[in-house]
């Protein structure tokens, strides 16, 4: 990368670090993320469920058969890395099945003075309706009325 360098008498010992204007610090579950190459498929069953082919495979036509069949592949892939991540590497396996609202939550407060309160308000919205679902007990510390609702689902639909 050129911008780490290491001991001309010990490569293993990194000595100086250049160029650090554009690096963020970030909770590990905005930066966790599937590999690339290892994206799952839109119908991807998350959790100890095996990926399989759809029940009417076999009345498909041979180019929905290819398409299922990579797909199933493509599945069967992150499948392994899901499961290999909860056995070898743990903290990633969680940072990465975090739920989506929280990454939001998170990243719409930094916006707020870019997009305006609409976004964060959106996301604290579906924590209060989730709350126990999430995981929480007791009560969300701010509640909602339905009429605050539906005025922030007709703006964030402006």
């Known amino acids: 990368m ?3 360098f290491v001991s001309a008498d010990d490569p293993s010992k990194i000595v100086s670090l250049i160029d650090w204007q554009s690096v963020s610090i970030l909770p590990a579950f905005l930066q966790e993320k599937w590999p690339v190459f290892l994206q799952p498929p839109a119908n991807y069953p998350e959790g100890l469920v095996i990926p399989k082919l759809p ?4 009345n498909l036509d041979s180019d929905d058969k290819a ?7 493509q599945a069967m892939r992150a499948k ?4 290999s991540s909860s ?6 396996f969680r940072a990465m099945n975090i739920p989506r609202v929280f990454k939001e939550l998170f ?11 609409i976004p964060l308000r ?3 919205i579906e924590i209060f309706r989730d709350w126990t679902s999430l ?3 007791g009560d969300f510390p701010y509640s909602f009325s339905d009429s605050e609702i539906k005025e922030n689902e007709l703006r964030f639909n402006d």
């Open 87 to 92: 056995l070898e590497n743990n903290s990633a």
């Open 67 to 73: 398409l299922c069949k990579m797909e199933y592949a």
């Open 80 to 83: 392994a890395y899901e499961l």
């Open 122 to 124: 959106t996301c604290l």
């Open 107 to 117: 990243i719409s407060c930094g916006e707020v003075s870019e997009l305006g309160v």
């Open 2 to 4: 050129g911008n780490i």
């Open 135 to 137: 995981g929480f007990t």
């Open 55 to 58: 029940d009417d495979f076999e």
